[in-house]
């Protein structure tokens, strides 16, 4: 399990977060929720220490992330940023770059290294395009050749920040459906995500943030009903239920 307790970041002097806490449990889909600005990729990349000043304890399995190298830190949690160039490179030259924390100076790949690649390629169905230029995707194919990157890193913890974003209905889906597979096969796996709906049916457990701060945290349902959504969000969510179970629309 991570946990990140009383966790300060400033940003030019200037607080972003104050004193956030939460815990994200082992094996689960937790998401990170709230207004444009309010610090959930903030939260994230503070997972990874790529905030420039920060306070708080935060640990994995109860060892404090601030005694690891940036390899071994490299080792246990993969972080997926919003927004990546797109390199000249190739699709299987991309994701071997997710075996860097295990290779010494100078890099020489191993079988094991391939290997991982392989399957990483595999299980995101890009196996066949192994060898086309990053440039020549679409844009859900290079969020799956991303996701690969992650994979062959083969940490316990994968950091995904608005995965969906500029992707179809059809690859939303099928990133959603991957970190849900991710999370069943023991990853723990965090993630921002904006819509109710995708969040309602995804996630295992919320965490919603307003201004810096956690404002409540529980399973989905108990989240978007409430009060504290209204206060983030300034929106009505509403609910109906089908044969296919529980939805969730929102109105002003």
Partial sequence: MISIQDLHVSYDEAEILH??????????????MGPNGCG??????????????????LTLDGQDLGTL?????????????????????TVERLVLHGRFPYLSYPRR?????????????EWVGLSDLHARKMENLSGGQRQ???????????????LMDEPTTFLDIKNQFEMLDRARSLANDGKTVIMILHDFESILHYADHVILMAQGRVLTTGDAETVLRSEEIKEAFDVQPCFYRTDDGL??????
């Fill in 247 to 252: 939805h969730c629309y929102v109105r002003p």
């Fill in 144 to 158: 799956k050749a991303y996701l690969a990157m992650a994979l062959a890193q083969d940490t316990e913890v994968i």
């Fill in 40 to 57: 959930k990729s903030t939260t994230l990349r503070s997972l990874v220490r790529m905030v420039p000043e920060m306070s708080g304890v």
């Fill in 69 to 89: 190298t940036p390899q071994e830190l490299a080792c246990r949690i993969a972080y997926l940023p919003q927004s990546r160039n797109v390199p000249d490179i």
């Fill in 109 to 121: 790949y191993r079988k094991e290294d391939r290997d991982k690649v392989a399957q990483a390629l």
């Fill in 19 to 32: 004193g956030v806490s939460a815990a994200f449990p082992e094996g689960k889909i937790s998401v990170l």
